[in-house]
């Protein structure tokens, strides 16, 4: 097939693309998820950009392959741990077939940004890669030597889940002090508003020139456990590179003072693990649809 079209099933957005075969975009669009309408909802939505960029080849033969949060079940079939919460327990995989009458692959969307960047992006010479997504949600993948390790459960790179404090904050996937609840925008925002008092997005925070000495103390402590959540990752995997995407990965600090904290936790007296920013922007999780496409 000489097109590869991949869809980007995001929280806010979603984003179609249309990849020739030397990985060159011919089409990029995005059109609101508006999750709050629920799952119907979003299913027209794919359905609608599903069309845009078939007409954009004149619906010549193509692969087509789907980034969403969360994964598939390959017990049940049903979609899990997504933060796109309406989602859940629905055969989506099987959904999405039927309603574009075309069979599709279908990967977690921090798989697809971490195969992108592995492939076509920063980390195309590193041959152990691990990505990170810090956006509304934590998300994480492992590419080694340019193949996706999903493992057994479905679960590899899945970071933002792992509990640094079991008396913290609760996470909608039932535990206590995940990663996500620290460091994530939806977790930064509300630690901001708990602690500070104040309503303002993560990223707007993070984006400010000055800090009072109150802000001070909670941008310290998101820094401090950036520190020690990939500084975890690094000592169990040892990667060639961390690649941090997501919202979140355009705060210039945390490859500096964030990487700082996660040196003083590596368990190495000569750290030296690249962070480092992603190079497809936030079109690298349409990219690696495209590319895991059938």
């Known amino acids: 097939m000489a097109y590869r079209i991949g869809i980007d099933l995001g929280g806010t957005k979603i984003e179609s693309a249309v990849l020739d075969l030397g990985n060159n975009i011919l089409f990029r669009e995005r059109i609101p998820t508006q999750s709050h309408l629920g799952s119907n909802h979003i299913l027209n939505q794919i359905t609608n950009i599903y069309k845009m960029a078939t007409e954009s080849i004149n619906n010549e033969a193509h692969s087509l392959g789907v980034a969403t949060p969360g994964s598939i079940s390959k017990k049940t079939q049903l979609l899990r741990n997504s933060n796109t919460l309406c989602l859940n327990n629905l055969p989506l995989k099987i959904s999405i077939e039927e309603k574009l009458g075309k069979k599709i692959a279908i990967e977690n969307d921090a798989n697809c940004f971490t195969l992108a960047e592995a492939t076509l992006g920063v980390g195309k010479a590193y041959s152990c890669v691990f990505g990170v997504i810090m956006g509304t949600g934590c998300g994480g993948g492992f590419v080694f030597n340019k193949k996706l390790r999903t493992g057994p459960q479905h679960i590899s790179g899945e970071w933002g889940h792992s509990t640094i404090n079991v008396y913290g904050p609760d996470c909608y996937c039932k535990k206590k002090g995940c990663i996500e609840t620290y460091i994530s925008g939806s977790?930064?925002?509300?630690?901001?508003?708990?602690?500070?008092?104040?309503?303002i997005s993560s990223a707007d925070f993070l984006s400010k020139d000055n800090f009072n000495e109150q802000e001070q103390l909670v941008l310290n402590k998101f820094y401090r456990y950036f520190g020690i959540a990939l500084s975890n990752i690094i000592n169990v995997i040892d990667p060639d590179v961390i690649i941090i995407g997501g919202g979140?990965?355009?705060?210039?600090?945390?490859?500096?003072?964030?990487?700082r904290e996660v040196y003083k936790n590596i368990f190495s007296n000569e750290p030296s693990t690249p962070i480092i920013k992603n190079g497809l922007g936030d079109s690298a999780g349409v990219i690696g649809a495209a590319i895991i496409g059938i």
């Open 248 to 259: 979140l990965s355009n705060h210039d600090e945390l490859y500096s003072i964030g990487k």
């Open 187 to 199: 977790g930064l925002e509300k630690i901001i508003n708990s602690d500070l008092k104040i309503k």
